[in-house]
């Protein structure tokens, strides 16, 4: 438990096992945490964020560069789950196989976060047992920038999940599956869409590529192709 900044950098994390995973951080008011430059590995929380756990004030903000996340599981956010911050920065990462096994968020998952970016990073091969197989955000909207999501998978929203609304800009959904709404996303309060792909992505019910269940949604310049609802 901290206040003020703390940055971990250039730090390998491996093989281990909590309640919440590798590392667990209560951030109080005003505290700010960054991660740069870091790779977190087969990591396991019995309960939540595999890799990293963060609980905070609304006055922080999490940030992290340049990391690498691969087969991390939890019940809840397989490799990262973050609970009542101001701002979730991510920039420049991976996330690859980690697992949600009892929930949401199979790579991230979010709760009473103001605002989510993720900037040029890469989600491939992440599930959840429920909503979110790469990222989950309970609150608040999610950017996402020059950021690919590959082959993931959820009941609902394939590779995200949010209540709130998703803007994505130059980003690429390919081949994610949702067993029930939203192959790729799941937006609760609309999808802005600009140069965006969405290429093979499934659902069993609604909308294979894109469900969205409230708000308005605008595609500009985008391409969907070989997407399915069955």
């Excluded at 990293?52 to 991390?72: H, K, L, P, W, Y």
């Excluded at 609604?206 to 269940?213: A, D, K, M, N, V």
């Amino acid at each position: 438990e901290f206040a003020g900044t703390l940055t971990v950098s250039g730090c390998r994390f491996e093989r281990n096992v909590g309640l919440a995973g590798a590392v667990a951080v209560q951030v109080v008011q005003g505290g700010d945490f960054v991660f740069r430059s870091c790779e977190f590995n087969d990591n396991s929380g019995e309960v939540t964020g595999g890799a990293i756990a963060v609980g905070s004030a609304q006055q922080s903000t999490i940030s992290i560069e340049d990391a690498r996340f691969r087969r991390n599981s939890a019940g809840f956010g397989g490799a990262l789950s973050i609970n009542s911050v101001n701002a979730l920065n991510i920039t420049d990462c991976e996330f690859s196989e980690n697992r949600a096994l009892a929930g949401r968020g199979g790579a991230i998952n979010g709760y009473r976060c103001l605002g989510v970016s993720v900037d040029r990073t890469t989600f491939q091969g992440n599930s959840a047992q429920d909503s979110g197989g790469a990222i989950y955000v309970a609150d608040g909207d999610i950017r996402l920038v020059e950021s690919e999501l590959i082959n993931n998978e959820a009941d609902n929203g394939g590779a995200i999940y949010a209540a709130g609304g998703i803007i994505a800009e130059g980003s690429g959904f390919y081949g994610n599956h949702a067993t029930n709404d939203g192959g790729a996303v799941f937006a609760g309060t609309g999808f802005s869409g600009l140069d965006c792909e969405l290429f093979g992505n499934n659902s069993g019910y609604w909308g294979g590529g894109l469900y969205s269940f409230h708000g308005h949604s605008v595609l500009e310049r985008c391409e969907l192709f070989g997407n399915s609802a069955i």
